[in-house]
């Protein structure tokens, strides 16, 4: 028999008063800044302090770290959601593509560490092999990655919470702007590595309990057995035809995607010159086994959902309605920490990488200005204010969307991946060439994928991405040959 979670059980996903729900956000933010203070005092004084935590962080916190800064909001929901609707096929062309991507890319931050021991930025590495104009463009990508990144947080967080408490939108998105702010301008880096572990471990071990509770509730494992097609059952093989077609729509696109998501997020870059330089290459192959957990825990949801034939008004909260129906009211409260744990963890993230491009790149231009340079945590913290405020700003655009935000972002990232990479391993490329070659990327691919998307069109999409990924690296290899010709 099938289940409805808003007529069998009466509920409305306001669940608490509002009142309630700034009690448990100030309580998290109140545990979160004790984590900090008890484990990152005495990292806020110095650049090297503040923006890198003196380059003495850890194997496992690094790689809980990396883990939880992978976990951006979507990520949360997404699982659940791909689960419910593709089953097996879903699950994997989601799963696979995010722990391959940190896997690749634990070689190049290793390599990079090499290259400059002592570096801050992707910026500023890529400033010591080409132009400061080819800087610049890299500048841009890096700021508007994390600022619409910090943004999509905001966006997701706030219409869930909003959802659950019936708290203000907009009182909420600067709440959570707060909790991040609260720890990451005092203690710098160090504050979002210690946060970053216990998040990771509060997803897991609470997420992981919560949802072994409703596997028992839902009927057990033949519940799950019985959801691995998803919702209409023909995922359960990834050479269906459906799950071929699925692959098309989304898998590659998406893999596109995401392999270009650590190489154009200083927040990964950041934690690659930071970690101790034995360990940076393991640091990230564990922190994507890490990762791993999380999609793989919170898909049973979706599985449980499609395999009990749960109504769910809404596929994109999957996860939470799964939780709503078939488990206590007061589990809401873990489900909130868990949420925020997600939400947090990236967000202090971005304002750290965001911080180290200011306080390292930026204030080196002004570095004949030497009280200016003094002051580099000063300015570094102000940058972090900033960024929250136009962030935001962002998320509270009238009918903005997550996928509006996730295009612009996704296709920044994606125009310098080719570059990056070939620079780190050697490649002589043209500084013109790579200039005008990410601005052909962005001028031409943005539009393309973008009209993919809205227009549900896969050719447009797969053609979007490619284009993007591989026209500024081919055109800076050119230029190179023709100017020797």
């Keep these: 028999m099938k289940v409805n979670l808003y007529n069998v059980r009466s509920k409305s996903l306001n669940l608490m008063t509002k009142t309630q729900g ?43 770290s990396i883990a939880a800064t992978w976990v951006w909001a979507p990520s949360l929901f997404i699982a659940a959601q791909k689960a419910y609707l593709h089953g097996i096929a879903g699950v994997f062309w989601f799963t696979v593509p995010n722990v391959a991507c940190l896997i690749i890319f634990a070689f190049f931050a290793d390599r990079i560490r090499k290259l400059l021991p002592d570096g801050f930025t992707l910026s500023g590495f890529i400033r010591t092999r080409f132009s400061r104009r080819v800087q610049i463009m890299y500048l841009v990508e890096l700021f508007g990655l994390a600022t619409c990144s910090f943004a999509v947080q905001l966006l997701a967080g706030a219409k869930i919470l909003t959802m659950v408490t ?11 702007a707060a909790i991040a702010i609260v720890y990451s301008a005092v203690y710098g880096l160090k504050a979002s590595v210690i946060t970053d572990y216990f998040q990771m471990v509060l997803i897991i071990v609470v997420g992981g309990l919560l949802i072994g509770w409703s596997v028992s509730e839902a009927g057990g494992f033949s519940t799950i057995a019985a959801g691995l097609g998803g919702k209409s059952g023909t995922y359960i093989s990834l050479l269906s035809t459906d799950s071929l077609e699925l692959a098309l729509t989304f898998g590659i696109p998406v893999t596109i995607g995401l392999l270009a998501g650590p190489f154009g997020d200083q927040s990964f870059w950041q934690r690659a010159f930071a970690t101790e330089r034995q360990h940076v290459k393991s640091a990230f192959i564990w922190g994507a086994l890490i990762f791993a957990l999380v999609p793989l825990i919170m898909s049973q949801l979706g599985f449980i959902a499609a395999g009990s034939g749960l109504v769910v008004h809404d596929p994109a909260t999957v996860n939470l309605e799964t939780v ?129 998307n809205f227009a549900n069109s896969t050719i447009f999409i797969i053609c979007g991405s490619l284009f993007t990924v591989l026209a500024s690296g081919t055109m800076a290899v050119l230029w190179k040959i023709e100017s020797r010709g």
């Design 324 to 452: 709503l129906a078939f488990l206590p009211p007061w589990t809401i409260v873990p489900f909130i920490f868990v949420l925020l744990s997600g939400l947090v963890s990236t967000l202090d993230s971005n304002l750290c990488a965001i911080s180290s491009l200011v306080g390292h790149d930026i204030i080196d231009e002004l570095s004949w200005q030497s009280e200016v340079k003094d002051r580099s945590p000063v300015i570094s913290r102000l940058s972090m204010v900033v960024v929250s405020i136009i962030a935001i700003a962002i998320a509270n655009i009238p009918n903005l969307k997550i996928v509006h935000l996730f295009l612009f972002y996704g296709t920044l990232r994606a125009s310098t991946l080719l570059p990056t990479i070939m620079t780190i391993m050697g490649k002589n490329l043209s500084d013109k060439g790579l200039f005008y070659g990410i601005i052909l990327s962005l001028a031409i691919g943005l539009p393309l994928f973008a009209y993919g």
């Design 22 to 64: 700034v009690y448990i956000i100030a309580a998290y933010t109140v545990i979160i800044y004790v984590i900090t203070w008890i484990f990152s005092r005495g990292y806020g004084k110095t650049k090297l302090q503040f923006l890198l935590a003196e380059r003495l962080v850890g194997k496992w916190q690094s790689a809980f």
């Design 166 to 176: 019936g708290m203000s939108y907009l009182l909420i998105t600067f709440l959570m």
